[in-house]
């Protein structure tokens, strides 16, 4: 820029009157201090976001890995290229590690799916995927075939994970759990999942949701049943509210935990969210379960990936501060690290 002021004179500098002289020797004095000024210099690359956190890393507990599932954003942001960067580039911003990339019925290309992958891979943000039906759902199997090849781009934890119930409870509020044959069914859709997403260098999970997390006498059948009939090669991934909030039929916190504990090295991530009142919150704060609990125990079996997940909101802004809300909860609680 200086060079370029300095020639508009059509002389050279030495022939320059005094007062442009004088100019353009003071901004050479600047550019010595400020070389952003220099012509062809560049302040900051466009691919860095123009504020970054450092990492969010938890207090007691370094190797686990702190993210959020994008249900978070949902109702503001639906499934789309451009808003799955933009999630991208908030998590880089904030310091998260990952995201669960939400794609309730697998809307996405393949080819987006590859350029989602390759631009958090840019960003340093590891993205796993996961579709939203349940094994009965007349269209999980369509949709899971979809989800398969999207999930297999993706440069996070290679999973593909969905719900185990589905429209059978979602359409009948009065149902707490499966039938005999529903179960027998969803053991052997589970299999059958699971050895698709296996020849597919995927693990195949499924999340707690609104079936009973334990049955009643044969009455119906619940969640802890499914995953005691299920093949090593189906996992889990635990949701810290659901057995308290959404799930027909609540549970202790006792109960779970000791569930949990007896099946841990079958978890490979969790949804790290907060019940109050049988109700899941828009924040995390106390949980039945207390989540340091959870934490400690995803620590030592080495179980890394933990997701947040809140109920979602229609404003984006206030999906945002509801965020900042929740890692503000886990820092009172000295189980993330203050910046």
């Known amino acids: 820029m200086i060079i370029n002021l300095c020639k508009r004179s059509g002389m050279p500098p030495s022939g320059m009157p005094r007062p442009r002289l004088f100019l353009c020797f003071a901004l050479w004095l600047l550019s010595l201090f400020f070389p952003s000024c220099q012509s062809g210099s560049t302040s900051q690359s466009q691919d860095t976001p123009q504020e970054i956190q450092e990492d969010l890393q938890f207090q007691d507990y370094p190797n686990l890995k702190l993210g959020f599932t994008t249900q978070n954003f949902l109702q503001a942001l639906p499934v789309s290229l451009a808003n799955s960067q933009q999630l991208i580039d908030y998590a880089a911003e904030q310091g998260y590690l990952w995201i669960e990339l939400r794609d309730p019925d697998a809307v996405l290309t393949l080819e987006e799916s590859k350029e989602i992958a390759a631009y958090a891979q840019k960003k340093g943000v590891e993205v796993s995927y996961a579709i939203q039906k349940g094994l009965l759902d007349e269209d999980f199997w369509p949709t899971f075939e979809r989800g398969i090849q999207n999930a297999v781009v993706m440069n996070g934890q290679k999973v593909i994970r969905s719900l185990a119930s ?43 949701g609104a079936e009973a997390f334990f049955g009643e006498n044969n009455q119906y059948y619940g969640m802890a049943d499914l995953l005691s009939r299920v093949s090593d090669a189906v996992g ?68 890394p990936y933990i997701a947040i997940e809140l109920q979602a909101v229609n404003s984006l802004d206030q999906a945002y501060d509801n965020m900042q809300q929740s890692i503000h909860y886990l820092q009172s609680k000295q189980l993330i690290q203050n910046p």
């Open 166 to 208: 589905g429209k059978e409870l979602t359409n009948d509020e009065s149902r707490k759990g499966w039938t005999q044959e529903e179960l027998a069914k969803l053991v052997h859709y589970a299999d059958s999942a699971a050895l698709i997403a296996k020849e597919n260098g995927l693990q195949y999970v499924i999340e707690n």
């Open 236 to 303: 889990w991934q635990f949701d810290t509210a659901n057995p308290f909030s959404v799930s027909r039929v609540h549970a202790s916190p006792d109960s779970i935990k000791s569930f949990l504990v007896e099946h841990i090295d079958n978890v490979h991530y969790i949804h790290l969210k907060s019940a109050k009142n049988g109700e899941a919150q828009p924040t995390l704060m106390d949980n039945p379960l207390a989540l340091g609990e959870v934490l400690q125990l995803l620590s030592a079996h080495e179980v």
